[in-house]
């Protein structure tokens, strides 16, 4: 930090110094400024050892490639445990579902057979009823025995029996209409079970996924390893620090009266000690909206020179090829006017 801060208070007082010598010579304006890059720093998500870390200061990362890998041992238990209680469910849902299929077969068959059962005992009871009954009026007129009477009385309290447990087992077997319904609601609650299994899974995974720390989505190039191996990272600690080599700008600091003419997305070109007398195209892609006194203590009018605004200048050719640190030129690029 305090490295960038004598930088920029250099660049400003360059820009102070050009402006003054512009105003002085009539030379085209300039802003003087150095190449950086936008640094990235790759953070852990979360908390475990340090298992690996694959690239160190300077190596090129392709991009969503893994940097660096945590110990996931505790999630991996716990991903197997819910797998194992998934296939467990898995199990007991098949039972269930043949358990309601061959209830839903079996129960209307049994009913309409318990029905007729009934009939055929209602049937033997009305006939031994009146059996008995012609028996007793036989008694009385002396045409028959007391034996055949308490034959046909015998015949008739069994029938009697027979067909209250008819009556009985009827109403138990339409009663089973319940047990279907408790089995598909079992049924309906082991499936449900599922999907909560199901979505615990899926979140395990991607808490999982987080144990291996991956790169930008762009290539790029580390400036900076913060861990080793063995160490304990936490949630927010850096891994690594990158930049992408294919984005680079050139920080300047405009002075208030030229600031008018310094807006985000005007074409500038750009001029670099790495590559003398040639210009190169770019582009203003970030201008500060409050302005910063470089010294801190303004006095007088003229010392309001030292008033600037912060800007970026994004660079659009030979990115690649270009180191932070360099120093180069800021140049306004006259636009024609229409009509």
Not at 71 to 80: F, G, T, W, Y
Not at 211 to 222: F, K, L, S
Not at 299 to 316: F, H, P, W
Request: glycine letters at 6%.
């Amino acid at each position: 930090m305090q490295k960038r801060l004598i930088v920029g208070i250099a660049a400003a007082l360059l820009v102070i110094a050009g402006v003054w010598y512009v105003r002085r010579s009539g030379a085209p304006a300039y802003f003087t400024g150095f190449v950086e890059g936008e640094e990235r720093t790759v953070r852990s998500e979360v908390t475990g050892r340090v298992l690996e870390v694959r690239f160190c200061d300077g190596d090129a990362v392709p991009a969503n490639e893994i940097v660096a890998r945590l110990d996931a041992q505790d999630i991996e238990s716990r991903l197997a445990s819910k797998r194992r209680e998934l296939d467990v469910l898995d199990a007991d849902i098949r039972t269930q579902e043949e358990r309601v299929r061959l209830t839903e077969r079996t129960w209307p068959r049994d009913v309409l057979a318990r029905r007729a059962e009934l009939e055929q005992a209602e049937s033997a009871a009305d006939l031994a009823e009146r059996t008995f009954a012609r028996e007793k009026e036989l008694v009385a007129t002396g045409a028959s025995t007391a034996q055949l009477l308490d034959d046909a009385r015998a015949r008739r309290d069994q029938a009697r029996s027979t067909l209250a447990r008819a009556r009985e087992v009827l109403a138990r077997t339409e009663a089973e209409e319940g047990n279907v319904t408790v089995a598909r609601q079992t049924l309906e609650g082991l499936r449900e079970k599922r999907q909560l299994a199901l979505a615990q899974i899926a979140e395990l995974e991607v808490t999982r996924a987080k144990y291996d720390i991956r790169a930008p989505a762009v290539p790029t190039v580390v400036q900076t390893q913060h861990v080793w191996p063995g160490e304990l990272a936490q949630p927010g600690a850096a891994i690594v620090s990158v930049i992408d080599p294919a984005d680079k700008y050139v920080q300047v600091y405009v002075p208030v009266d030229q600031v008018e003419r310094f807006r985000v997305g005007r074409r500038v070109e750009l001029e670099l000690d790495s590559l003398p007398g040639r210009r190169i195209p770019g582009e203003v892609s970030f201008v500060a909206d409050q302005a910063n006194f470089t010294p801190e203590k303004i006095e007088t009018r003229s010392d309001r020179l030292g008033q600037v605004y912060r800007a970026k200048v994004r660079i659009l050719e030979g990115v690649e090829r270009l180191q932070p640190g360099t120093e180069g030129n800021v140049y306004l690029v006259d636009t024609p006017r229409s009509g």
